[in-house]
């Protein structure tokens, strides 16, 4: 069989194998409805237990763009009831964090092909058992020839492919995703996994921007990002410094409630401190990319979804967020004019609901008090974006979103949730206002890397 037949015959098998979860999670939905169980909770839950367990079992053999959507499933936090939603983190938290780990013999053919030699040949060392298993690629163990230890996250064989292919499916996933959220738009959904899935393909780019997050935090005293050996990267391998760390659910379960406020905080802080004072931002807030060595300290990873913004570009965002704070609707409009998110045909929008909608997304900086992210937050975040019945559908397709600000919309599909499962509480108003530079350390965290910031010469 040549290659073009087997990557046709590998599409028609995961279009069936998507085809198939869909429909039975659909069939089964409607059957627990029209069975009549006397208790309607129960048969849902019952169903939504089923449906993680299925999902689990296809997606997380499937790698790409299908394994992508199990593990947004597993903490993104939708417009479900707080049981169902909670079985779909428990259950698929696996796809985060352990998925199902591909063939040895495959991996060790990707670092043949990458370096044209067997791994023990480049590496001093090498383990065949991955330390983590994802949707792009798996992290393998390994030690340079001067006895540093590494990691080596290998693309997996194919998995272009795979992703071509769920996108040509991506139809097979709206019965499925209805189930699970009955109002939930899926093509924004899909368009938001394309533009995600294709920058993580690129490992070169994805060593390129860890290197700069690396040299950037380097010596700060909360956060780290490991070292890149460039040299050692190809296009299908990174490797980069070895950590240790748990994992974000072994630090839920063994963490105080001080430990989990000082983790958001510090979660908070790299993900807008490097937007405001690096102008760098990394658009793939995932439980899966964090360690809690244990010291305090909180080490990030993957960095495949990456935007450097220009410093106009920044000085926007931060123009628009103070014209946010102040309810200057005129301001807000001239802004956003300038930034191209009104089309030149059609500018009549509801001006009054687009700063309601901005407020309501900005909530937590919006007045100098404590605020605490829950789930709930997260989930109307996400549904004035997904749902009609939120009232905010209609105006935000009347929007244009500049490519600039794409990578942006990321933060509602991930750092609300993340900080949402922390409850993180502060007053994110004042550490706002130090990304800003337009306040003093407002924590005693914000005390810790002042001295850092100020000392830093990538300071932009």
């Not at 013999?105 to 990707?110: C, E």
């Not at 946010?324 to 509801?350: H, I, K, T, Y």
């Not at 997304?361 to 975040?381: G, S």
């Amino acid at each position: 069989m040549s290659s073009g037949d087997r990557s046709a015959s590998s599409r028609v098998s995961r279009g069936a194998a998507l085809a198939k979860l869909s429909a039975s999670t659909s069939a089964n939905y409607l059957k627990s409805r029209l069975l009549g169980f006397t208790d309607s909770d129960d048969a849902e839950l019952r169903f939504h237990a089923a449906t993680a367990d299925k999902m689990l079992d296809l997606l997380g053999s499937m790698k790409g763009a299908a394994m992508k959507i199990g593990q947004l499933a597993s903490f993104v936090d939708l417009d479900l009831p707080p049981e169902a939603q909670a079985m779909y983190h428990d259950v698929l938290a696996d796809l985060r964090d352990s998925a199902p780990p591909a063939d040895p013999a495959a991996i060790r053919q990707v670092v043949n092909e990458q370096y044209g030699a067997e791994p023990e040949e480049v590496f001093a060392a090498w383990d065949d058992d991955p330390l983590a298993s994802a949707s792009i690629g798996q992290v393998h163990r390994a030690e340079l020839p001067d006895g540093t230890p590494v990691v080596a996250k290998v693309q997996y064989p194919g998995v272009a492919e795979a992703i071509e292919s769920d996108m040509a499916n991506a139809e097979l996933f709206a019965p499925m995703a209805r189930m699970i959220s009955p109002n939930l738009r899926i093509k924004p959904l899909m368009d938001e996994l394309r533009d995600r899935l294709i920058d993580e393909i690129d490992y070169q780019r994805e060593a390129q921007y860890q290197a700069a997050f690396s040299e950037r935090y380097d010596g700060h005293p909360f956060i780290a990002v490991p070292r890149v050996f460039p040299d050692y990267c190809r296009p299908r391998i990174i490797v980069s410094e070895y950590v240790e760390g748990a994992s974000f659910d072994e630090m839920l379960r063994t963490s105080t409630e001080q430990q989990r406020q000082r983790y958001g905080e510090i979660i908070y802080r790299f993900v807008f401190g490097s937007l405001h004072r690096f102008r760098l931002f990394n658009g793939d807030p995932h439980p899966g990319n964090y360690l809690f060595p244990g010291d305090g300290s909180v080490v990030f990873l993957d960095f495949g979804s990456v935007k450097l913004f220009s410093s106009a570009t920044r000085d926007a965002i931060r123009q628009q967020l103070r014209a946010v704070r102040a309810e200057d609707v005129d301001g807000l409009m001239a802004l956003l004019d300038d930034a191209g998110f009104l089309p030149q045909r059609d500018r009549q929008v509801d001006e009054v609901k687009l700063m309601e909608w901005f407020r309501m997304f900005n909530r937590p900086i919006l007045e100098d008090r404590e605020w605490t992210y829950t789930p709930e937050f997260a989930r109307e975040v996400i549904r004035s974006t997904t749902d009609p019945r939120a009232g905010y559908l209609d105006l935000l397709r009347r929007l244009n979103l500049p490519p600039d600000y794409l990578l942006l919309n990321r933060i509602q599909w991930g750092v609300n949730s993340i900080l949402g499962r922390l409850r993180a509480t502060a007053n994110w108003y004042r550490i706002g206002n130090e990304f800003m530079a337009e306040g003093p350390p407002s924590t005693p965290l914000g005390t810790r890397e002042a001295p850092f910031v100020a000392a830093s010469p990538y300071r932009a």
